[in-house]
């Protein structure tokens, strides 16, 4: 027997014999609980609680984000993490960053393997040189995903590179 012949090629695509996965892949959930911005001048450390569902929904959405870069300094990305239903295979964070709509730099940072539970990563100390043509407004769109290409979450924020401060 076939689907067509249950009267079953009416179901949702996702309910298809083709479509459906039952790998433990396809079950894993990743999401952001904090990500943290360290400062390395005179600016306090940012925060951003993403435990509650609308504070998340604004991170995704750039509020809330470091949106001044200052050339000559230093910064270090930190975010906790939940990993769901199973563990999660080369989480991956991809960041491409634009100016003008055309895609000047896109970077991908392998954080690792990670069981069920909830994790910290610290991300590479970023020296922000002090290059005059870098000075603008820039957009990133950053996600998370694993070895497989999943997507678990993406980010889309501005922010703009000024001149180091006297």
Same mark, same amino acid.
């Given at each position: ?43 306090? =450390? ?8 609308? $504070? ?8 809330? *984000? /470091? &949106? ?58 970023? =020296? ?8 603008? $407004? ?8 694993? *070895? /497989? &290409? ?17």
């Amino acid at each position: 027997t076939t689907l067509s012949s249950k009267g079953l090629d009416r179901l949702p695509i996702f309910w298809t014999q083709e479509n459906f996965n039952c790998s433990c892949n396809n079950m894993t959930s990743v999401r952001i609980l904090e990500h943290r911005v360290k400062f390395f001048d005179d600016r306090e =450390e940012e925060v951003n609680d993403c435990r509650d569902e609308g $504070k998340y929904k604004d991170w995704l959405k750039g509020k809330g *984000a /470091a &949106g001044i870069v200052v050339q000559n300094t230093s910064q270090q990305e930190q975010i906790t993490f939940r990993v769901d239903g199973a563990p999660v295979k080369g989480l991956t964070r991809t960041n491409k960053t634009s100016k003008f709509f055309i895609t000047v730099n896109t970077e991908s940072i392998v954080l690792g393997d990670f069981e069920v539970g909830e994790h910290t990563f610290t991300f590479p100390l970023q =020296e922000i040189d002090d290059n005059i043509a870098a000075r603008a $407004k820039w957009n990133l769109a950053c996600c998370f995903h694993d *070895a /497989a &290409g999943k997507q678990f979450c993406k980010r889309e924020a501005t922010f703009e590179i000024v001149a180091p401060r006297p």
